[in-house]
Nanobody, 118 residues
Framework: QVQLGESGGGLVQAGGSLRLSCASSGYSISAYTMGWFRQAPGKEREFVAAISWLGGNPNYADSVKGRFTISRDYAMEKVYLQMNGLKPEDTAVYYC???????????WGKGTLVTVSA
């Protein structure tokens, strides 16, 4: 059973940076497409970024392009989301997700809270 855990959230001022990490326990995620999603208070969960199992062709939501970078470390079995130029509207719970078969986001972490103050 794949269990994902996020870390790195916190409180930051607008314009600041944070790096979120996602690690898997119990199973390798090196062959999975990995993604980040977020859910702001009162809003639906939305896609943020994804990276293929090969590590190339990352995809980003328009709202974070040029500010966020997704990457993965195969040796450490981790996925990262580097967030720069944070804005108050980036405030949300950020979730890591895994797509093992290229069909759906099957596994989810419990999320880490990012709060950006104005």
């Amino acid at each position: 059973q794949v269990q994902l855990g996020e870390s790195g959230g916190g409180l930051v001022q607008a314009g600041g940076s944070l790096r979120l990490s996602c690690a898997s326990s119990g199973y390798s995620i090196s062959a999975y497409t990995m993604g980040w999603f977020r859910q702001a208070p009162g809003k639906e969960r939305e896609f943020v970024a994804a990276i293929s199992w090969l590590g190339g062709n990352p995809n980003y939501a328009d709202s974070v392009k040029g500010r966020f970078t997704i990457s993965r470390d195969y040796a450490m079995e981790k996925v990262y989301l580097q967030m720069n130029g944070l804005k108050p509207e980036d405030t949300a719970v950020y979730y890591c997700a895994a797509d093992p078969w290229g069909a759906s986001w099957t596994y989810w972490g419990k999320g880490t809270l990012v709060t950006v103050s104005a």
